[in-house]
């Protein structure tokens, strides 16, 4: 497992031709692919996957930047006419409500990097199935389950950090 997180370090310099492949492979893809197995199986496996049913992995492309919004006409103060704009999320919590609203009977457990390009991010995102018995007699699934929209109302890891709360010792 040590050898996999140290080859991920730097996935362009050690993994070469096939990391430029898989991204380009990737850009054709929908924008959230249901995917078999975790790219990145130490990853997944350390922050919740495990290979049973009513567990799953799902790619997830999101772009990169800020937001831009469109240039307002007329009824407004010129200081609100701004046309980039902080969005007060990171990237991996856009993507973990992007395939939380695509799977909407299942859960974000968490979720981790995978590539990135020019223009283009990836992230995988692990998800688990609500209503799945093998999910519900899980003791550490079962208390993220419990809690319904983890990943809209800021409940996940990237989440969490977004809103402030990680790191200080308080419960969220």
């Not at 006419?81 to 695509?102: C, I, M, P, T, Y």
Request: aromatic residues 6%; hydrophobic residues 25%.
């Amino acid at each position: 497992m040590k050898f996999l997180t140290s080859i991920w370090k730097r996935p362009s310099e050690t993994l070469g031709k096939t990391y430029k492949q898989r991204l380009a492979k990737w850009r054709s893809e929908p924008a959230v692919m249901r995917l078999e197995r975790p790219t990145r199986p130490d990853r997944a496996r350390s922050l919740g996957y495990k290979a049973k049913q009513g567990i799953c992995v799902a790619r997830v492309r999101t772009g990169k930047g800020g937001r831009k919004t469109p240039d307002v006409s007329g009824g407004r103060r010129p200081m609100r006419s701004g046309r980039f704009f902080n969005l007060n999320k990171s990237k991996k919590q856009v993507a973990e409500e992007k395939v939380a609203d695509r799977y909407s009977n299942m859960e974000v457990v968490n979720s981790y990097w995978v590539g990135q390009d020019g223009d283009t991010e990836w992230y995988e995102v692990i998800l688990a199935d609500r209503s799945h018995p093998s999910v519900k007699k899980e003791k550490n699934l079962g208390k993220i389950i419990s809690r319904r929209g983890r990943a809209s109302r800021g409940l996940t890891s990237a989440g969490k950090k977004s809103r402030g709360n990680i790191h200080k010792g308080k419960k969220s």
